[in-house]
T-cell receptor
Framework: DGGITQSPKYLFRKEGQNVTLSCEQNLNHDAMYWYRQDPGQGLRLIYYSQIVNDFQKGDIAEGYSVSREKKESFPLTVTSAQKNPTAFYLC???????????FGQGTRLTVV | AQTVTQSQPEMSVQEAETVTLSCTYDTSENNYYLFWYKQPPSRQMILVIRQEAYKQQNATENRFSVNFQKAAKSFSLKISDSQLGDTAMYFCAFMNVGYNTDKLIFGTGTRLQVFP
């Protein structure tokens, strides 16, 4: 079945460590996104990519990095520079930037 | 800058009744899309309904319909015959279409509880 797969579902990180969240889609979508969700807030855009080998910063890109080497994959690295990384992270994709986004099931990251 | 406002943090409704969730947005653009997403306890974001700004007719999807008032910049979601499975967070979202378009902007959400 087509869809978006995020892994792992839960992730624990020690302070000072980098960690990478995986996002894979088999929908043949061009655009992919990473959002962060905190309690009481809507989704906030971290990074997005319109096409392979290209990506743009969203509203809260500091402390994060991404790559888009393949159309199907858009991994997010949470670096030690991110001061408050504990959150729920959602990956999404859309056929183009102008069509509705479909979401993965999310990764809950906790810093311990 | 575009913004999306959902002024109702929480709503409740009895099963089989109708409930309306409010959303307003701010933009100077004329061509855009509006969406309602549902996030149940599983936290999977699910698209409920979509509205193109150039269409005057309100979108409907089974028990879900919108009241799109472009001049008022209002985009409310009506859920008819509410079911227990409708219990979820509901997010209104906005996407500009045009030269400087690049992202989906979300409101802060409304938590809907459907009671038996």
């Amino acid at each position: 079945d087509g869809g978006i797969t995020q892994s792992p579902k839960y992730l624990f990180r020690k302070e000072g460590q980098n960690v990478t969240l995986s996002c894979e889609q088999n929908l043949n979508h061009d655009a992919m996104y990473w959002y962060r969700q905190d309690p009481g807030q809507g989704l906030r855009l971290i990074y997005y990519s319109q096409i392979v080998n290209d990506f743009q910063k969203g509203d809260i890109a500091e402390g994060y990095s991404v790559s888009r080497e393949k159309k199907e994959s858009f991994p997010l690295t949470v670096t030690s520079a991110q001061k408050n990384p504990t959150a729920f992270y959602l990956c999404a994709s859309s056929r183009t930037l102008y069509t509705e986004a479909f979401f993965g099931q999310g990764t809950r990251l906790t810093v311990v | 800058a575009q913004t999306v406002t959902q002024s109702q943090p929480e709503m409740s409704v009895q099963e089989a009744e109708t409930v309306t969730l409010s959303c307003t947005y701010d933009t100077s653009e004329n061509n855009y899309y509006l969406f309602w997403y549902k996030q149940p306890p599983s936290r999977q974001m699910i698209l409920v309904i979509r509205q193109e700004a150039y269409k005057q007719q309100n979108a409907t999807e089974n028990r879900f319909s919108v009241n799109f008032q472009k001049a008022a910049k209002s985009f409310s979601l009506k859920i008819s015959d509410s079911q227990l499975g409708d219990t979820a967070m509901y997010f209104c979202a906005f996407m500009n279409v045009g030269y400087n378009t690049d992202k989906l902007i979300f409101g802060t959400g409304t938590r809907l509880q459907v009671f038996p």
